[in-house]
């Protein structure tokens, strides 16, 4: 509906139970039965104000155009799957600066929370070195590789760096990363598809890998477990066709099974063990930004 009419369009439409879905009449009068959903979103837009967070829909100049790619890298084969495919309707941004700009020229480096000293190492001098380069990093804000992502790129002078949360920007998770998070909206932008006071519950970090795959030209992962997160995220890269690229590690490592085994399974998938490697990736001709 939103893609058909547009996301104001379709709100109306709900709202005046104007569907030939059953299913869909009735989960719509369930939910308006428990919230005023205009009066909510309205309290939302007045304390992200508050806030520092600004609203950032798809009509907005800083729109980050590369997202909409969501749009056709959906899973036809599971109609389950189309919330965790389709593009965001809205973002909500904490920072100064355009969210199109900082996407422009982005790299995502993600990895395991539980990192080791080697794949902490390894994200924060890839970091510097594109950060360095003029390349914004992008990341999820989470203990282990993605914090060492982020505070490597700071280090570079004039960089900054994206984190995409899976939470409402006023409560931003890990709070213990909180001063991570400060830095990180003086120094670039908090982003999150949530509104002002939404948990960071387990399905919204898989919703959000998306976002970062789309956003960016290339995900590099430094350490995963299998079945993690972060293979799903690469799983994201892969459907959008963007560069998905794996640094090896140690083979004794359980942090190692989850990027070795993507390497085997499936040939798109490439190693990595310098900046000079992920971006000569990103710049193949075959590349998709």
Not at 62 to 83: G, K, Q
Not at 240 to 257: C, D, E, F, N, Y
Request: charged content about 20%; proline content about 6%.
């Amino acid at each position: 509906m939103v893609e058909q009419t547009g996301a104001a369009n379709a709100l109306d439409q709900l709202l005046a139970g104007d569907l030939a879905d059953t299913d869909l009449r009735a989960a719509v009068a369930a939910r308006t039965r428990m919230v005023d959903v205009r009066r909510a979103a309205d309290i939302a837009l007045r304390h992200a104000d508050r806030s520092g967070i600004r609203l950032v829909t798809p009509s907005d100049t800083e729109w980050p155009a590369p997202i909409d790619d969501l749009a056709t890298a959906r899973a036809p084969a599971s109609a389950a799957r189309v919330r965790d495919t389709m593009p965001p309707l809205c973002l909500w941004v904490r920072g100064a600066g355009s969210l199109g700009d900082a996407c422009t020229r982005s790299v995502a480096i993600v990895g395991a929370r539980a990192a080791s000293s080697y794949g902490v190492h390894v994200s924060s001098s890839f970091a510097s070195g594109l950060a360095e380069r003029g390349w914004t990093v992008t990341s999820g804000g989470a203990y282990g590789i993605d914090a060492a992502a982020h505070r490597g790129a700071m280090g570079a002078d004039g960089s900054r760096t994206v984190a995409v949360l899976a939470c409402g920007l006023d409560r931003p998770y890990p709070a213990a990363n909180l001063a991570l998070f400060d830095r990180i909206a003086e120094r670039g932008l908090l982003v999150s598809e949530w509104p002002t006071g939404f948990e960071p519950l387990r399905h919204r970090f898989l919703l959000r890998n998306r976002i970062v795959a789309a956003v960016t030209a290339g995900t590099v992962v430094v350490e995963a477990a299998p079945r993690s997160g972060t293979i799903q995220m690469l799983g994201r890269a892969l459907e959008l066709k963007r560069p998905a690229m794996i640094v090896p590690g140690p083979v004794t490592s359980v942090l190692s099974q989850g990027g070795h085994d993507m390497l085997r399974r499936y040939p798109a998938a490439r190693p990595v063990t310098s900046v000079d490697d992920i971006l000569e990736e990103i710049n193949r001709p075959d590349s998709e930004i």
